[in-house]
Structures are given as C-alpha cells and as structure tokens.
C-alpha cells in the first residue's frame, strides 16, 4: 500500500512538471511570434512612407516615424507595439 501512494506521488508530480515544460514553451514561442510579427510590420510601415512620401504631409509622416520608434522600442511587448503601429497609421490617415 505504502508503494502505490509513492508511485502516484511521483506520477502527479511527473504530470505536473511536464504540463509547466508546456505552458513554458507555448508562451515562448507565441511570445517570439508576436515579437516577429510586430517586428515585420514596422519594417513594412516604414517602407511603405519611405516609397509613397508624396501621399503624405511632412507633419504626418514625422509623426508615425516616431509612432514607429516607439514601436521599434517597445517590439517585446507586443500590445504596446501593436499600439504605436496603430497610432503611426492615424497619423497617416490625417494627410
């Protein structure tokens, strides 16, 4: 009797490390997914002002560019990051 309580002991904390190794790996990996995707789209952002200047005003284009540098910045915290790209696109749309 005394094996079968050590034995289920050593299962469940078995089962419990292997379901923390999980959780560990899938908030890395989406973590460095979000990180890469932020990442892109600022690139892709910045490339799209540097190609289309004359449909911008200067005023408009300063501003996203440090909406973008803010994002740059803020590329491991990916809500953060989502909201400069956001930002940098409003202050596109004034024109």
């Given at each position: 009797?005394?094996?079968c309580?050590?034995?289920?002991r050593?299962l469940?904390?078995?089962?419990c490390?292997?379901?923390?190794?999980?959780a560990?790996?899938?908030?890395?990996?989406?973590?460095?997914?979000?990180f890469?995707d932020?990442?892109?789209?600022?690139?892709?952002?910045?490339?799209?002002?540097?190609?289309?200047?004359d449909n911008?005003?200067a005023d408009s284009r300063?501003?996203?560019?440090?909406e973008?540098?803010?994002a740059?910045a803020?590329?491991?915290?990916p809500?953060?990051?989502?909201?400069?790209?956001?930002?940098?696109r409003?202050?596109l749309?004034?024109k």
């Open positions: 009797m005394m094996i309580r050590r034995f289920d050593l469940s904390l078995r089962a490390c292997v379901i923390a190794a999980i560990i790996f899938l908030v890395l990996a989406t973590g460095s997914a979000a890469a932020c990442k892109e789209e600022v690139n892709h952002l910045r490339q799209e002002i540097n190609d289309n200047r911008y005003t300063a501003e996203a560019k440090k973008l540098a803010m740059q803020t590329l491991l915290q809500l953060e990051c989502r909201e400069h790209l956001r930002n940098a409003q202050a749309q004034k």
